[in-house]
């Protein structure tokens, strides 16, 4: 199939499918499992690639005029921690002479994307506030969907659009004739009352209901909004309010636990990729504390880092509250790092802005702190770059070192927070809960008082069905009696 087409794809789309089992899985779930309809996928997306020349795409080849516009861009996270691409429709003008660029501007951020989060799909959300006729551009819309359907296998969560206006109904009816059936299940047409059962507010703008407080601006190209930690290398003073002492003593504890451990199998750490399949299956099983092995591994240019893509925490009920990080140095320099969350409320990380030495392997904790939960929308960049054998690795040379630093040396890796939920009967759940975690917050009140609301409405509603059915029946009974009386009268009417 390749060989007759050969020169219509890009050779590191052919290699990079040739090496790449998640991305043939991908395509094939996309058309489940049909291998004729994804060959035909990877036929028209290869070709669609190399026409848009998408692996060269970058913010020095697009005008940046298209950046600042804000019409596009990434930012954010819905309820089920997918990554949101905006697509601020006010900001968008139909233009013929400029739809080739605007459509490589899409092109460049799902590629952007796609390379740095590993293929994790995306919701879209499609903010139609204060639009009209003159921003309609089906063409541009179209694009947008094929993207998904036809170019990005396995990469649209679901698409929701926000205060559609009544006057673009008949365009979308256009649009839903472009989707398939399961495309078409993903579309969540919404308003201010009701976009947050998908998106949280935190991670809506004010006019949409929310509160976060993002401005769109170029430069710099908008990324994950990540923060520095709270604290830098140990607990600070105000988290000494919030946490006990024999809760931070526990903690050295256990990070003296985990180095010694680690120095008794320094090798082992060094060969971390070589651990059974077998202990990668029960990943779910292991609480995060106990881990002092890594069950999975990102192999970076100067970093190994494990886990790979996700920490696991406990939910509330199962209460796990630490996560382990491994770093080993596969450089013969000493590699400075820092690791940012996206909420830096939440967690403590310790330490957060180190260096580690050639060949060496170091411990990094990450603890919830407070009454705090992981949540999937929680997110943690580690940045890496190698240092001169003259720098020093003292806080001074740190920060020194990442305000010099040229950007293409710093290596980035991104962690996805996992949510272990409670395989306990909702029994013992509950008596759990009232001894060891804290007080429901006034938000869990709220749903659990509108989810009683609802369950008495239904009951209401059923009980007046059945007083309904009660009262037509007790009128059908008086009506068959009247209709037998009087069927008895005229029979003797009748005989007499």
């Known amino acids: 199939y390749f060989l007759d087409k050969s020169d219509k794809y890009d050779s590191r789309d052919v290699e990079r499918l040739q090496q790449d089992d998640k991305w043939v899985e991908n395509y094939l779930i996309w058309r489940h499992d049909v291998v004729d309809d994804t060959l035909k996928m990877i036929d028209e997306s290869f070709q669609w690639r190399k026409e848009y020349t998408v692996n060269d795409l970058s913010e020095s080849v697009l005008p940046k005029w298209l950046f600042e516009i804000g019409a596009l861009f990434l ?15 006010k900001h968008h003008t139909r233009d013929p002479k400029q739809q080739l660029e605007k459509k490589k501007l899409v092109a460049f951020w799902l590629e952007h994307y796609a390379k740095r989060d590993h293929g994790k799909p995306l919701t879209v959300v499609f903010d139609m506030a204060e639009t009209g006729i003159s921003h309609i551009d089906l063409d541009f819309v179209r694009f947008i969907v094929n993207c998904f359907t036809d170019y990005y296998p396995n990469f649209l969560t679901k698409i929701v659009i926000f205060e559609m206006p009544w006057i673009m109904n008949a365009a979308f009816k256009i649009v839903k004739g472009w989707l398939g059936p399961d495309a078409i299940s993903m579309l969540k047409f919404t308003n201010k009352n009701d976009v947050q059962e998908y998106i949280s507010g935190e991670y809506l703008p004010p006019h949409m209901g929310g509160t976060d407080s993002f401005k769109y601006s170029y430069p710099p190209l908008v990324d994950d909004d990540f923060q520095t930690p709270l604290c830098e290398n140990g607990p600070i003073t105000s988290e000494d309010e919030h946490e006990s002492k024999e809760e931070i003593d526990a903690d050295t504890k256990e990070a003296g636990e985990l180095n010694e451990a680690q120095n008794l199998n320094q090798k082992k750490m060094n060969s971390i990729e070589q651990i059974s399949k077998s202990e990668e299956t029960d990943k779910t099983e292991v609480k995060p504390k106990n881990a002092k092995k890594a069950l999975t591994t990102f192999k970076g240019p100067l970093l190994h880092i494990s886990p790979a893509e996700e920490l696991y925490f406990g939910s509330k009920e199962t209460g796990e509250k630490k996560c382990l990080i491994v770093l080993t140095n596969i450089t013969k320099n ?13 967690y403590r990380v310790k330490p957060s802005n180190s260096s580690c030495e050639p060949g060496t392997s170091l411990d990094i904790i990450v603890s919830l702190h407070g009454g705090f939960a992981a949540s999937l929308q929680d997110r943690f960049l580690i940045m890496a770059a190698e240092m001169d054998q003259s720098s ?105």
């Open 392 to 496: 020093g690795a003292g806080v001074p040379e740190l920060t020194q070192f990442w305000k010099e630093v040229p950007r293409t040396k710093v290596m980035e890796h991104r962690l996805r927070c996992h949510v272990i939920e409670s395989s306990k009967p909702s029994s013992l759940t509950l008596k759990d809960n009232a001894f060891n975690n804290p007080a429901k917050t006034n938000e869990d009140l709220h749903i659990q008082l509108t989810h009683l609301l609802q369950i008495n409405r239904r009951l209401e509603e059923q009980m007046n069905r059945c007083l309904w059915f009660q009262q037509l029946s007790v009128v059908l009974s008086l009506l068959s009696v009247t209709v037998a009386a009087f069927c008895f009268y005229l029979a003797n009417a009748q005989r007499s």
């Open 75 to 89: 930012h954010g996270y819905d309820k089920e921690g997918y990554k949101l691409f905006w697509f601020r429709v």
């Open 334 to 346: 000493v590699v400075a790092f820092k690791v940012r969350t996206t909420a830096p409320e939440k």
